[in-house]
């Protein structure tokens, strides 16, 4: 089990604990701590991204645009790509926000003011695309994802302005949609449903896209629109419904390629969920500590259980193994045991 933190206000810290007992195996650290803006603060100065794993090395994004390879069972550093030298590039001003992700070949990110591919053997930069001008609104919050469209296997990745397809193997730039959002808050990480792409954002709507192909040539256009906004949770996708926690910290339920408001929770929770599904069942963390399991269900929203983990906050994601659940709180970790009953 890995876990960040930002300590002393001066070190970024990566821990490796035992998943039987809590005990650090290891731990590694570098200097790299920064101060986000202001109206940012109620979440933290802490690590954002949630790193990546690949049974080999782990991935690792510092808040100042630097990204760290570490050995699973060492901790031992393997390389590192600091983004602001490589490129030239501002800090970000709310950190390195986006989680990598990783395939055979590479480890892909929105760093360095752009969307990156990095070897991940030696840390090369294989390419660079969708460059912009970085900074206080150039900082990118929404992760990349493997989607399969139109026969085509791309990345989908959610700018500030805007989303795009990107060929894996070059960084070409496939189709381009804009996207409107306050400031550019696209936070969450768009998902796709056979050729409809959905996302929605903080100061704009919750949208369709359909994305076809002509010849050789992919194009992409709006196929709905919802006056709903979302904000930073990732909504999950069940039999072609997305289920989406919104700004106004209530839930909805939303058919993906027609765009038809199946309900939404006359209930607020809390500012953000974090959330899994396995089948019909979703698993949602809030940031006040509290766990909830719902049934995926058309008709309704429908709440089977709730309780209250912790009294601290847990921003940070959901980690499922198996039967166990791993929760993240403000200064701790803990594990629990799924036990299904009849």
């Not at 690949?54 to 393997?78: F, H, I, N, P, T």
């Not at 906004?229 to 993906?256: C, W």
């Not at 599904?277 to 269900?297: E, H, K, S, T, Y």
Request: with cysteine; aromatic share 12%.
């Amino acid at each position: 089990m890995f876990t960040t933190e930002t300590k002393d206000k001066k070190f970024e810290v990566v821990s490796a604990l035992s998943r039987a007992t809590g005990e650090v195996l290891w731990r590694a650290q570098w200097e790299g701590a920064l101060s986000v803006p202001f109206f940012a603060k109620s979440n933290g100065d802490w690590i954002r991204s949630t790193p990546a794993c690949d049974g080999d090395s782990l991935y690792v994004a510092g808040m100042r645009d630097l990204l760290v390879c570490l050995d699973v069972q060492s901790g031992k550093e393997r390389w590192r790509v600091d983004f602001v030298k490589e490129f030239k590039a501002p800090v970000p001003d709310f950190g390195f926000v986006c989680s990598p992700l990783v395939d055979e070949e590479g480890v892909y990110v929105q760093a360095g003011a752009s969307f990156v591919k990095v070897n991940k053997r030696n840390g090369s930069i294989l390419w660079r695309t969708l460059a912009d001008k970085g900074g206080m609104w150039g900082s990118v919050f929404s992760s990349p994802v493997f989607a399969e469209m139109v026969g085509q296997r791309q990345l989908v990745v959610q700018t500030r302005e805007k989303l795009a397809g990107v060929n894996p193997a070059d960084g070409k730039v496939l189709w381009e949609q804009p996207v409107e959002a306050f400031r550019g808050m696209n936070i969450l990480t768009p998902v796709v449903h056979k050729d409809t792409l959905f996302t929605s954002t903080y100061g704009g709507k919750t949208m369709g896209f359909k994305v076809t192909k002509s010849g050789d040539k992919i194009q992409v256009g709006p196929a709905w629109t919802h006056k709903s906004q979302g904000y930073m949770s990732t909504p999950v996708l069940i039999d072609g419904v997305a289920y989406n926690h919104l700004k106004s910290q209530r839930f909805m339920a939303i058919e993906v390629e027609t765009g038809r408001e199946l309900w939404t929770t006359e209930q607020s929770f809390g500012k953000y969920w974090s959330i899994v599904a396995q089948g019909d069942r979703m698993l949602a963390l809030d940031q006040r500590g509290w766990l909830l399991l719902l049934r995926a269900n058309k008709a309704k929203f429908e709440l089977l259980d709730q309780r209250q983990l912790t009294a601290a906050e847990t921003w940070a994601h959901l980690a499922v193994a198996g039967d166990e659940l791993f929760v993240r709180e403000l200064n701790g970790l803990s594990a629990y045991r799924w036990v299904r009953t009849p």
